[in-house]
């Protein structure tokens, strides 16, 4: 772990991590050994496109369109903070892997914005808390601390509740069993890929724990439909896997160079063994 994690949380106008947007963003750095809070940044962000908050969303998180004209800020001017907050820092979430990171991937994105994931150890306490027992943040929380935490669903709250758990979690000495229990190693921004025992098979749909490569043979339209909705990394990363690979140049007995004839040895020459070729893998990120 590094000396300072960054927990963070959002709120949002719905749950579809690719077309809806962040309404508010919440982050807290904190001390990895002594879980102090050392600085927390909590912005509502008005998005620049378009859009339109989900009541059953609006229910839970109580944001409404007229507080965000109010009080909301772009994603793109807090950008540069955002990511001098995080610079060398792991990061914490609850449930984060599977939404709130995919989300702020997809709304950088959006506003011509980068998020280098690849520089960062994603914690997750819903991950590590799935292995022992529980869901829910507050039922979580209220089996350590014995009491509800104030103002629930907020998203600041929501973050401090997190890392009281994560607190928790630790006083308990997480294993690495816990973390790395999942099926999947890790899974990329968009969902559809996943590292398994060093291959990256896909993480949903029909062809769950198929490679690219056997699907490639087996299901050409799957990989047009996979092309269509991922994001940009998955995309490249999956037509550089099914790119023909060049073939030497074959040469016609007019071009074949003539060549000389050579002593014949006479020792015998001992087989080189096959050597494998050794894939290279593209980080999605």
Known sequence: MTNHIVCFDTETTGLDVQRDSIIQLSLVKFDSRTFEEIEALDWYILPSCPYRIDPAAEAVHHITQAKLEQEGVSLKS??????????????LSYNGNSFDARILYYNLQREGLT??????????????????????????????????????????????????????????????????????????VDGFLALKDGNFVFAQGKYRGKTIAEIALADTSYLDWVCKNCAEPTRQYITTQCAPKPQPAQQTPE?????????????????????????????LF
Do not use: W
Request: with cysteine; hydrophobic share 30%; aromatic share 12%.
């Open 255 to 283: 071009t074949q160079p003539t060549a000389k004839p050579t002593p014949k040895s006479t020792t015998k020459s001992t087989p080189k063994p096959d050597t494998p070729s050794i894939p290279t893998q593209m980080s």
């Open 78 to 91: 807090v950008y540069p903070q955002l990511m001098a907050f995080v610079e060398g820092c792991d990061i």
């Open 115 to 188: 998020f280098d994931f690849d520089n960062h150890i994603f914690y997750d306490a819903y991950i590590i808390e799935a292995a022992r027992t529980s869901r829910k943040l507050s039922d979580v929380y209220r089996r350590y601390y014995g009491h509800d935490f104030e103002d629930a669903h907020n998203s600041l709250a929501d973050v401090r509740a997190t890392i009281a758990v994560f607190k928790a979690q630790n006083e308990t000495r997480i294993s690495e069993e816990e973390i790395h229990r999942p099926e999947f190693d890790f899974v990329s």
